[in-house]
């Protein structure tokens, strides 16, 4: 336990001692890197004219640890907001909680659940942005302040159709979203604060999520039961405008693919939508993550958005003990000043348990390896019980459901040839 801390502490102080290098000497770089990336679209002349910002910014873990490239992987709680189809596909019951520290003074406090009954996932999840408001006059004194809110609530569900042994299946899921913009009063021209002016500013919202996720094997190198490439299709923020203000709409395509176990790749490409008028939509994007397994307690990501005036580059690392989880992303923004901390995020999640799910599927394995070596001693009927019992269990265990037809066949075979002898001998 004490080398695993060590080796965390170590990690840790590599990844922010490369923050403080690329603040005091990497300007030059930075700002090259940024004038090329902004420059691959040029500006894009809509961008802004969407209302509640908090929808774009992510919680933290490992999705923006990947630039936002997840939608196709949704291995933990932080599908929630790229992908709601990944709650059925969860494979441990989480608990979250997430601080971002976003640009300037702006904060995000949030925390998320999930959990997964068979084919069904159910998750929920808060997320709150503040910063400070205060207003001073041509005196410097202070006229008025507040906190500047928005604040965003999601409830989650979703199915997995058609799944089984070789087939993971195609999973559907909706995210129901509420939102609310809070606005303090603010001053007018003879530093009078209006009262009710910030009431007429604020604003709620309600939106929808819907995604779609499948896995699959593609060209795979290495034996393992998981799969190692994965699709999904999203369409996030789908809601009416909110005081004349289109919502951030954003449907999105992803592909990630493992062509070694502890390689992840994932590549994401969004297409934004102006609901009021499709011609003020803002320009493509797109997103590509890395995530690497370097031990089996501690992966390290990266990742680059590539996008209209906003473009980002992510590196983080997360740490996987026994139940608990620890996740730090620093993200470098290509519009604002390189500093230290530019901006900072830290999750832990809870591992809940999987209710269950591993002991089911290591009894069906038992079962399943019980009745193949009960064929081969020609126990047929010893073997059918236990490829019965794994159905039982597991309806969906595709392996005993051939071994049970086989052995159907098999005795099928041996009727017939006994009904031929018999014709035979009268």
């Known amino acids: ?96 909680f997430f601080h971002n520290n976003w640009i300037a003074d702006t904060k995000i406090e949030s925390a998320a659940y999930a959990t997964r009954f068979g084919n069904l996932g159910v998750a929920a999840g808060l997320k709150w942005l503040y910063l400070p408001f205060t207003e001073y006059n041509y005196y410097a004194e202070r006229v008025s302040s507040g906190y500047y809110s928005e604040g965003v609530a999601i409830l989650n569900t979703s199915y997995n159709f058609l799944s089984g042994y070789y087939f993971s299946g195609i999973s559907f899921g909706v995210n129901l979203k509420g939102a609310f913009r809070i606005m303090p009063d603010y001053t007018d021209n003879s530093d009078i604060v209006i009262k009710g002016s910030g009431l007429s500013q604020s604003a709620v919202m309600a939106m929808a999520d819907v995604g779609f996720l499948t896995r699959f094997n593609m060209f795979k190198t290495y034996q393992a039961r998981e799969k190692n490439a994965s699709a999904a299709l999203v369409i996030r923020n789908l809601g009416p405008p909110s005081m004349d203000e289109p919502l951030p709409t954003v449907a999105s395509a992803g592909f990630s693919y493992k062509p070694i176990r502890p390689v992840t790749l994932a590549l994401d490409f969004f297409v934004p939508l102006n609901l009021i008028d499709i011609e003020l939509s803002e320009l493509p994007y797109g997103a590509f993550g890395l995530s690497v397994n370097v031990t089996d307690f501690l992966a390290m990501r990266t990742g680059l958005m590539v996008k209209p005036g906003s473009s980002r580059l992510t590196v983080g690392s997360a740490v996987n003990l026994e139940n608990i989880s620890l996740d730090v992303n620093y993200t470098m923004d290509f519009l604002t000043q390189l500093q230290p901390l530019n901006r900072v995020s830290l999750a832990v999640r809870l591992n809940l348990g999987d209710r269950g799910r591993k002991l089911i599927s290591d009894k069906v394995d038992e079962l399943y390896l019980l009745g193949l070596d009960a064929y081969s001693r020609g126990n047929l009927e010893d073997a059918r019980l236990c490829w019965e019992e794994a159905l039982r269990i597991d309806s969906r265990f595709d392996p005993a459901k051939e071994s049970l037809a086989m052995l159907e066949d098999r005795e099928g075979l041996t009727e017939r040839v006994e009904n031929l002898y018999r014709l035979d001998v009268f």
Request: hydrophobic fraction near 50%; glycine fraction near 10%.
């Open 1 to 96: 336990m004490k080398g695993r801390l060590a080796a965390i502490f170590a990690v840790f102080l590599v990844l922010f001692s490369l923050m403080s290098i690329w603040a005091s000497d990497g300007h030059s770089v930075y700002g090259n890197a940024a004038d090329y990336l902004n420059n691959i679209y040029g500006i894009d002349n809509n961008a802004g004219l969407t209302a509640f910002p908090v929808l774009n910014i992510p919680m933290g873990g490992q999705a923006e640890g990947m630039a936002g490239a997840f939608s196709a992987i949704s291995s933990d709680i932080s599908f929630l907001e790229f992908n709601p189809a990944g709650s059925s596909m969860l494979e441990k019951t989480e608990l979250a």
